[in-house]
């Protein structure tokens, strides 16, 4: 199992970023995915959750109304698209799938919102 992130950077409070997760040595379709994200000195949290069809989603209280999690299981790829962004949302931010009864997780990407 493989999972890997990319389009993090710098941007402007207000702005907006596309990550992406594409994923291999399992069967995309069949699994929930995940975003997660780990600012410097907290704890790792669950930002938003998608099931495997993609018919449910579910998003942290502090990322709802901004972030959208979506997936494209033709190219085993997440995505979690990120809008109004705040200096508060950054973080390294890494895709997680648990598959058959074993957790998975990226490298990372780092986001960081600053002016």
């Known amino acids: 199992v493989q999972l890997v992130e990319s389009g993090g950077g710098l941007v402007q409070p207000g702005g907006s970023l596309r990550l992406s997760c594409t994923a291999s040595g399992f069967t995309f379709s069949r699994y929930d995915m995940s975003w997660y994200r780990q600012a410097p000195g907290k704890e790792r949290e669950l930002v938003a959750l998608i099931t495997s069809a993609g018919g449910s989603t579910n998003y942290a209280d502090s990322v709802k109304g901004r972030f959208t999690i979506s997936r494209d299981n033709a190219k085993n790829t997440v995505y979690l698209q990120m809008n109004s962004l705040k200096p508060e949302d950054t973080a390294v931010y890494s895709c997680?799938?648990?598959?058959?009864?074993?957790?998975?997780w990226g490298q990372g990407t780092q986001v960081t919102v600053s002016s």
């Open positions: 997680y799938a648990r598959v058959r009864f074993l957790n998975y």
